[in-house]
């Protein structure tokens, strides 16, 4: 099974460089959402969950 994985870096403020990941994107979804949320301030809707959608990939993350 691949890995799914978030990178903070991609996002336009460009200003955190933690690195989430999960053996499923229900997991990663998860604990991307409470970060969002929690670090930067994010409101817990539809639209945020979509665009943390958008920044999903399958396998290792960038330096592992």
């Given at each position: 099974m691949?890995?799914k994985?978030?990178?903070?870096?991609?996002?336009?403020?460009?200003?955190?460089s933690v690195?989430?990941?999960?053996d499923s994107?229900?997991?990663?979804?998860?604990?991307?959402?409470?970060?969002?949320?929690k670090?930067?301030?994010?409101?817990?809707t539809?639209e945020?969950r979509?665009?943390?959608?958008?920044a999903?990939?399958?396998?290792?993350?960038?330096?592992?």
């Amino acid at each position: 099974m691949d890995r799914k994985y978030i990178d903070c870096r991609e996002f336009p403020e460009g200003h955190c460089s933690v690195s989430l990941s999960a053996d499923s994107e229900e997991e990663l979804m998860g604990a991307a959402i409470e970060h969002a949320v929690k670090t930067h301030g994010y409101p817990d809707t539809p639209e945020t969950r979509a665009e943390i959608g958008k920044a999903v990939r399958t396998g290792c993350p960038p330096g592992c």
